[in-house]
């Protein structure tokens, strides 16, 4: 079924580097991608979306780019801060309803 | 902010007792689903409604249930809890904007079933 797959483990690096996230789907057809951001304690929120190949979302200075080509929607970001701290989730629109499918996701830690 | 409230926020309970989660939301949103978040799964579905009685199951479904008796509220079941649903657990609601659709999420509840 369709499916999202997000790069393992967490991420750490310093205020101002850059980041990157990949992010690679399997899907019928050209389904929505999003990319949540999760804030420790808090519920998921819409960081950016895409709702078809070569739409490029972005918000807060994070971009991502969907490539049907590549079936990639990576995330970057071309200079962290401590407050991008937060766990980063991929996701896409499978089946009717409305439904998410989401990646496991990825923590990033931005260190001062 | 979509209007979306989870309670309890945290719940401890025991093995083998019921437990209900409620949703309630205040924008009259036609879709609801519940998730759980687990570390190394990410966000899995356990079951989602698209109306009033009308409701389907998720990815990892057994061992829960839901009604939705009303727009407002989306009910989550455990019949009896396990120490696997220990886990926290999301509320969303899907909204059509003119350039698709988004989802928001509540602020979750974290179960702990000992």
């Known amino acids: 079924g369709d499916s999202v797959t997000q790069m393992e483990g967490p991420v750490t690096l310093s205020e101002e580097a850059f980041l990157t996230i990949n992010c690679t789907y399997t899907?019928?057809?050209?389904?929505?991608l999003f990319w949540y951001v999760q804030y420790p304690g808090e519920g998921l929120q819409l960081l950016l979306k895409?709702?078809?190949?070569?739409d490029k979302g972005s918000n807060k200075g994070f971009e991502a780019t969907y490539r049907k080509e590549t079936t990639s929607f990576h995330l970057e970001k071309g200079s962290v801060q401590v407050s991008d701290s937060a766990v980063y989730f991929c996701?896409?629109?499978?089946?009717?309803?409305?439904?998410?499918?989401f990646g496991k996701g990825n923590q990033v830690v931005v260190i001062p | 902010d979509a209007g979306i409230t989870q309670s309890p926020r945290h719940k401890v309970t025991e093995t083998g007792t019921p437990v209900t989660l409620r949703c309630h939301q205040t924008?009259?949103?036609?879709?609801m689903y519940w998730y759980r978040q687990d570390p190394g799964h990410g966000l899995r579905l356990i079951h989602y409604?698209?109306?009033?009685?009308?409701?389907d199951k998720g990815e990892v479904s057994d061992g829960y249930s839901v009604s939705r008796s009303k727009t407002e509220d989306f009910l989550l079941t455990l019949e009896s809890a396990t120490s696997s649903q220990t886990s926290v657990y999301f509320c969303?609601?899907?909204?059509?904007?003119?350039?698709?659709?988004?989802?928001?999420f509540g602020q979750g509840t974290r179960l702990t079933v000992v």
């Open positions: 895409a709702t078809k190949a070569d």
């Open positions: 969303a609601i899907s909204e059509s904007k003119g350039d698709g659709t988004e989802a928001f």
């Open positions: 409604s698209y109306g009033v009685k009308d409701t």
């Open positions: 924008e009259n949103h036609r879709y």
């Open positions: 899907a019928t057809g050209y389904p929505s």
């Open positions: 996701a896409l629109r499978v089946g009717g309803n409305n439904r998410l499918a």
